[in-house]
Each structure stands twice: as C-alpha cells, then as structure tokens.
C-alpha cells in the first residue's frame, strides 16, 4: 500500500532544500566519518541525507517504508556514482528485523516526529556499535517566528485549493521536548546544535515544494493540481515580478550517544 508520500516522491527529491553542510561536518568529526562505518538513514525519503553521507561511510542502508521514495533516491545515487547505498522497505518498527549489521551511525529527519520514538530508541540501541549515535536533524518552525511574505501568498492559495487548516509548513512542535525523548533514552547523552540556513527559491521551486508535501501532492490535488500551479505562478509573480523568494531556515540538530561511563 502506498503512502501520501508516493506521488509526491519525485518533487521530494528534486525541490526539498538539502542540509546545512555544517550538519554533514559535525557528523563527520563527531563519529570519525573516515569510510569505514556503516550509517542507517532511517524514515530516508529518497535518501536526502544518506546520499550525502554516503561518500564518507563504507556502506549506507537507507530505510523508508514509500517504495516511490526508495526508487527516487537509488535513481539519484546511480546518477552520482554511488553504489555503497542499500535502498530497503521499512518503517521505524522493522528496525530489528532488517538483520542490519552493526550500525555507527543513525540518522534520521523530520521523519522522527511521525515515529514511536520511545520504541525506536530502544531498538536502536539493539543495533548500534558501542560508540554509535543517533543524529535527528529538522528544520524548527515556531508559532510567532517571522516568515517572509510570499509565504502567506502560498498559504492563500493552497487553502483556496485545499481548504484551511492544511499549512504549507507544519508546525515543528516542541524541539524541547524531542530533545528530552533523546534524553530519557539508552542513548541518554544528548548534544544539541542550531544553525540558520538561507534558502532561495525560485518560482518553480516554490511550486515544486508544495507538491513535494504529503498534504498537497499531486495526489491530494487530483485534477486541480494544473490549475493550482497556474495559480501559484501568477499569485507569486504578483507578489514580486523577480521571481526569486529567499528565507532563513532554522535547522535544529541533535546527536545522542550512551551515556559516557
């Protein structure tokens, strides 16, 4: 069966900004990235951070239950020349049935908050080497945070499309409380780190991420999805003829290890 993410997939990939590449550093020094370990990329998508991972780590298992996901990251990874990425079909509860090897390395996006956090920690902590981690990474949106304009002209557009209440950005909950899942865990040492993030979007990449959302993909806009983009286009190009909106991302990341003995 799939998912709301399975029309979405090819926008997924093509239109989600990546992640900081201070991000990619800080996993680097801080599990000693040299192409020996073994990295999951759990809840992958189409593999968003395991691809860029992949160049560091001998092999990749990327895991997500959207076969449509999974079939759009192995195409990006054969376009870029990586072959050391295993593209398997799961969700968080088949972590321990995947006969992984040991992992040093879990990582995992947005992906987490849709998760039994609680139960996924736990079998990680099955699965990882010694001195392995988890590092959950997100983009952190928070009621009252200043956004750009043109985001309220998307926001317009897609309720008269699809209704009120279906956001262009979900609200990124409690970064606090994520962390303290992380912390009432097996893996209970917990490190956070923030960054901003500017991120410029053009008019067909402004489009193009709102299809890439699982509450406004082309499956969710059926036969009106020609005329929402037609819509999006002029309401955006009214709104700033330039054709370029920018933005400022505030990526949240958190690393957590054993407890040091």
């Known amino acids: 069966m799939s998912t709301p993410f ?63 996901m999974l079939a759009e990251g192995a195409r990006l990874a054969e376009e870029r020349g990586l072959g050391n990425i295993s593209w398997l079909r799961g969700d968080d509860a088949a972590v321990t049935r995947l006969c992984l090897p040991r992992i040093d390395l879990c990582v995992i996006g947005r992906a987490f908050r849709r998760m039994d956090r609680a139960r996924v920690l736990a079998d990680l902590d099955e699965v990882l080497a010694p001195r392995g981690g988890v590092a959950v990474v997100e983009a952190v949106h928070r009621p009252g945070d200043p956004e750009p304009a043109w985001l309220n002209v998307v926001q317009e557009v897609r309720q008269r499309f699809l209704g009120p209440g279906r956001t262009a950005q979900s609200d990124g909950g409690d970064w606090e409380e994520l962390c303290d899942v992380l912390a009432k865990s097996p893996l209970s040492h917990v490190e956070t ?52 909106y920018d933005r400022t991302l505030r990526i949240g990341a958190a690393v957590a290890t054993r407890p040091r003995r």
Do not use: C, K, N
């Not at 923030?194 to 993909?217: A, E, F, K, M, N």
């Open 6 to 68: 399975a029309s979405a997939a090819p926008y997924y990939a093509r239109y989600r900004p990546p992640y900081p590449q201070e991000f990619l550093t800080l996993l680097a020094d801080r599990f000693v990235l040299d192409g020996s370990q073994t990295v999951l990329d759990l809840g992958a998508g189409p593999g968003t951070l395991g691809l860029s991972l992949a160049p560091l780590a001998e092999h990749v298992y990327a895991v997500d239950p959207e076969p449509a």
């Open 193 to 244: 780190h923030r960054w901003d993030q500017p991120v410029r979007h053009t008019v067909d990449g402004v489009i193009g991420l709102q299809l890439s959302l699982s509450s406004s993909g082309p499956d969710q806009l059926g036969d009106r999805m020609a005329a929402f983009e037609t819509e999006l286009r002029r309401a955006l190009l009214d709104h700033d003829p330039r054709g370029t």
